[in-house]
Nanobody, 127 residues
Framework: QLQLGESGGGSVQPGGSLRLSCTAS????????IGWFRQAPGKEREGVSC???????NYTNSVKGRFAITRNNAKNTVYLQMSSLKPADTAVYYC?????????????????????WGQGTQVTVSS
């Protein structure tokens, strides 16, 4: 069974930063597109960012310029660096892996393209 795990969540004041990590057991992440999704209370899960197998990145408009997704293949880890956090960023954050997403870009992909999901990590932004 392929497993993903998220870490790095927590509570932070507005304007603060957090770095989320997505790690895998039993498979190599660089063979997959990796997406970060989030679900806030009472809302549907939404895509936040994605990094394709080629390394191209996509972001939802609300986080552009504030979040950065990167890979460290040596550590088999994908990071989501989150800066200038806002209360609206409060949510459970999930990472997910896909081999269905096209090699060069996550553009046009959907949540249904991701087959493997982590359990999520809570991010709370509050003063």
């Amino acid at each position: 069974q392929l497993q993903l795990g998220e870490s790095g969540g927590g509570s932070v004041q507005p304007g603060g930063s957090l770095r989320l990590s997505c790690t895998a057991s039993r498979f190599t992440l660089d063979y997959y597109a990796i997406g970060w999704f989030r679900q806030a209370p009472g809302k549907e899960r939404e895509g936040v960012s994605c990094i394709s197998r080629s390394g191209n990145t996509n972001y939802t408009n609300s986080v552009k310029g504030r979040f950065a997704i990167t890979r460290n293949n040596a550590k088999n880890t994908v990071y989501l660096q989150m800066s200038s956090l806002k209360p609206a960023d409060t949510a459970v954050y999930y990472c997910a892996a896909s081999q269905k997403v096209q090699y060069f870009s996550c553009s046009g992909s959907s949540e249904d393209d991701f087959d493997y999901w982590g359990q999520g990590t809570q991010v709370t932004v509050s003063s």
